[in-house]
């Protein structure tokens, strides 16, 4: 069931959202050779403390998997949910993804961000460029009485035009009084099940995963890393954003200004 947020609402993620990009800033910051993924995860946790909130991902339970982390730290071929680990040391090059979700008084805000360390391969960068323009793009075509499928279209187009691929069984999704809620908002095409109409007072969770050679992705041992099928690199960006009556309010920050 989908969730229109009141006025009220709003503000309340709009403050969650202020302390998770604030949060993605503090790991930004952090990201340098010889850094782990836990150094990391344990300054974004204290951090999202010190503002009177707690880390939405730490302790969240799915079909009966408990997550012990207060971020996702997913390196290179690792998409989302990588497990951020001590053992998981930064080292030139490498692509980092960062997601981070933020609970404070009853509202949720969930963004992510890729950073580049080092000098990463040209096609790395091109991947990057074209995960971030998918997610403006697909953020352009939001509005009132749209359907969801324009905004799943919308990643896949510009995924593919630039010669790479929106990863399959990844989506993003409505959040605000709980982390994930409905709708359901493909990256992938083939993953449509059913289409819906955007409406006003939604609050999505937007978030293109693009791979570099394929769009099929396999789950770690762990029961939480996804990882490209091939090896081959990903890039994850996300917004939290409010569906107004004229369009698109982005809730959460661009990083990297």
Same mark, same amino acid.
């Given at each position: 069931?989908?969730?229109?947020?009141?006025?009220?609402?709003?503000?309340?993620?709009?403050?969650?959202?202020?302390?998770?990009?604030?949060?993605?800033? /503090?790991?930004?910051?952090?990201?340098?050779?010889? /850094?782990?993924a836990k150094d990391i995860d344990?300054?974004?946790r204290d951090f999202i403390i010190s503002q009177g909130a707690r880390p939405s991902f730490l302790g969240y339970e799915v079909e009966d998997k408990i997550y012990r982390y207060s971020t996702c730290v997913s390196i290179n071929n690792e998409i989302v949910h990588g497990l951020p680990l001590h053992s998981k040391v930064?080292?030139?090059?490498?692509?980092?993804?960062?997601?981070v979700?933020?609970?404070?008084?009853?509202? &949720?805000?969930?963004?992510?961000?890729?950073? %580049?360390?080092?000098n990463v391969p040209e096609k790395a960068r091109k991947l990057m460029m074209a995960t971030k323009e998918a997610l403006y793009r697909a953020l352009d075509v939001i509005r009132p009485?749209?359907?969801i499928s324009d /905004?799943?279209?919308?990643?896949?187009? /510009? %995924?593919?035009?630039?010669?790479?691929?929106?990863?399959?069984?990844?989506?993003? &999704?409505?959040?605000?009084?709980e982390l994930h809620e409905d709708p359901v908002i493909p990256n992938n095409p083939k993953d449509l099940d059913k289409d819906g109409r955007i409406r006003r007072g939604m609050i999505l969770a937007i978030e293109p995963m693009i791979n570099e050679s394929t769009e099929r992705i396999v789950t770690l041992h762990d029961g939480w890393t996804v990882v490209t099928a091939d090896g081959g690199w990903s890039a994850h960006y996300e917004h939290t954003i409010f569906v107004s009556a004229d369009g698109v309010e982005i809730l959460t920050e661009d990083v990297d200004g």
């Open positions: 069931m989908v969730i229109l947020k009141s006025d009220v609402d709003v503000e309340g993620v709009r403050e969650a959202a202020r302390i998770a990009s604030q949060a993605l800033r /503090v790991a930004k910051d952090l990201i340098r050779e010889g /850094v782990s344990d300054a974004v930064l080292k030139a090059p490498m692509l980092i993804k960062v997601d979700g933020v609970y404070k008084d009853g509202y &949720h805000a969930d963004t992510a961000w890729t950073f %580049a360390l080092g009485g749209r359907k /905004v799943t279209f919308t990643i896949d187009r /510009v %995924a593919r035009r630039y010669g790479f691929y929106p990863a399959e069984n990844l989506t993003g &999704h409505g959040v605000g009084l």
